[in-house]
């Protein structure tokens, strides 16, 4: 057995605090106004999860807004903690993530300067980095661009940069989450290409998207998750139809 | 098989924190150059204005405590200089880190890193400020006073880098409690004032009634700042309640510190 990433009755659950006193004077407030008084409410994001994803594989993640996709996402790259069960993955594996891109940027840094910064966050050192930095440049087509601060950037740059990044850290897992919601057609083209080419290099993609093509034309298997649990493990036309159904199941329920 | 981890077993310890901060050490560089960067880029005096607010300082201090005050300390000026950069040092550092995690939550939610970087980072950054300082103003003061240089000012170092361990034990909790009690900042804006006057910066320790001397070298920055002006002022090794006292709220306070960062930092993210 070769499993890159596998869950066993995995849970995550987290507690919305209702008029949460992060300050004092609320705490203080509470002890006379019912009113005031934080409530605790359990949300499970995920709930008694078991799949296994082998080395290679691309797997979409599939389900409506709230049903844990992401908190999986974020489960396997060590970000949130388990609540219960067990996330199995490899010591040694590299893990990408792109859930925001251009995330932790400094808008008065330039672009070159902001590439050093953003690879040190992912734990490269300063002579990986310069290793991948043509690469880096070359992708983003930002040549001209690398000496200027980023506050000058459009958003379009911004995440080109971002995702240049992303793309050439070599992960042996990546973490893909709704990157296709940005960026203009030449963008998601790149995207797409990048991450074919990830798949022929046999690295595991786990890929969320509420986009069906973009499913499609990645993943060789697809997840359904609903309200945090497993509702389907399969093939990708039929996990896409499951969740086409999902879907229109609950728009035609009134008050929900 | 492949060595595999189970997410839901691993535990962050000591050891593992030191070994996670010593792998993104890269990280740490890179986040002191960035504030220094954003600190000194388009300003035209750059370095000089951490130069200015010292001056001032010392200078109000000087007029206040020396000419309306009357204070019988000889060479007033240099002995404020050696109290209040250290103190400026503590002051920027617990500012800084207090915010140095809720800042930075979209980093905390999207990336895996050792989170004990960010605060760590904040108390790097004042501290190469205030080295910054003290190249600049000690050499001046020991010239202008006719210090002799003194085997004892090799300990400086020494006391120094204890200043830094307690400040990145402070720093620890203050970035991490701020995540879950926003009050943390406003509590430090009324105890930094009070932790000001109870700590010999502008009047000598050897001025304080007997009773309470013990009292006030047990502030938090007392044994720092006395250790400094024993070396520099006196021309005296430090003392032994210095030594100990300094050695004791150094290594305690990393530990303390790091024991409770620790015991967070797994909810830090979903506490943002």
Not at chain 1, 61 to 90: C, D, E, M, Q
Not at chain 1, 109 to 135: C, D, K, M, Q, W
Not at chain 1, 207 to 228: K, M, N, Q, T, Y
Not at chain 2, 31 to 41: I, Q, S
Request: net charge neutral.
């Amino acid at each position: 057995m070769d499993g890159a990433i596998t869950a066993r009755d995995l849970s995550k659950r987290f507690l919305l605090r209702h008029n949460q006193a992060v300050e004092l004077k609320v705490r203080f407030l509470a002890l006379f106004h019912e009113s005031k008084r934080e409530t605790v409410e359990e949300f499970w994001a995920v709930r008694d999860l078991s799949v296994s994803i082998s080395k290679g594989e691309a797997v979409g993640l599939v389900g409506r807004n709230g049903s844990g996709k992401s908190t999986f996402l974020k489960l396997v790259a060590g970000i949130y903690r388990p609540t219960s069960g067990h996330l199995f993955v490899p010591r040694d594996a590299r893990i990408g993530t792109m859930i925001e891109l251009g995330v932790g940027f400094e808008p008065e840094l330039t672009g070159r300067e902001n590439v050093f910064l953003s690879t040190s966050i992912h734990g490269l050192s300063r002579a990986e980095t310069e290793a991948i930095y043509p690469a880096i440049v070359e992708y983003s087509g930002l040549d001209h661009f690398m000496d200027v601060p980023i506050k000058n950037y459009s958003s379009g740059m911004h995440m080109r940069i971002g995702f240049a990044i992303s793309a050439n850290l070599d992960p042996d897992i990546l973490l893909l989450d709704e990157i296709f919601a940005v960026g203009d057609a030449d963008f998601q083209q790149q995207c797409v290409r990048t991450i074919a080419d990830f798949r022929n290099r046999g690295k595991t993609i786990l890929f969320v998207s509420h986009e069906p093509e973009a499913v499609r034309s990645i993943c060789d298997r697809v997840v359904v998750l609903d309200r945090g649990r497993l509702l389907f493990d399969g093939a990708v036309d039929e996990g896409l139809a499951q969740y086409a159904d999902l879907s229109a199941q609950h728009s035609h329920q009134p008050g929900l | 098989m492949t060595d595999m981890v189970d997410r839901a077993a691993e535990r962050s310890t000591i050891w593992s924190t030191i070994a996670g901060l010593a792998r993104y050490r890269e990280l740490l560089k890179n986040l002191v150059l960035k504030d220094l960067k954003l600190k000194y880029r388009g300003s035209v005096l750059g370095f000089l204005w951490s130069l200015v607010n010292p001056l001032v300082m010392m200078g109000v201090y000087t007029i206040a405590f020396k000419y309306i005050l009357g204070s019988k300390v000889e060479g007033f000026v240099f002995f404020l200089l050696l109290g209040i950069l250290p103190w400026g040092f503590f002051v920027g550092s617990t500012n800084m880190a207090t915010r140095s995690i809720t800042d930075s939550s979209d980093l905390m939610k999207s990336v895996r890193f050792p989170s004990a970087v960010l605060p760590i980072a904040t108390v790097l950054f004042n501290f190469a400020q205030y080295l910054l300082t003290i190249v600049v103003f000690l050499p001046l003061m020991l010239v202008a006073q006719g210090v002799p240089l003194a085997a004892s000012m090799l300990l400086f170092p020494v006391f120094l880098g204890l200043q830094v361990l307690f400040t990145v034990g402070v720093a620890l909790v203050l970035a991490a409690g701020t995540v879950f009690f926003r009050d943390v900042r406003h509590l430090l804006e009324v105890a930094l004032p009070i932790l000001f006057w109870v700590t010999p910066i502008v009047y000598p320790l050897s001025q304080v009634p007997g009773p309470f001397r013990p009292l006030v070298l047990l502030s938090p920055l007392s044994s720092y700042i006395v250790a400094y002006q024993q070396i520099f002022y006196y021309r005296q090794w430090p003392s032994a309640e210095v030594w100990i006292v300094g050695a004791v709220y150094g290594c305690g306070a990393l530990l303390l510190g790091m024991r409770f960062f620790l015991a967070v930092e797994d909810r830090l993210s979903e506490q943002l």
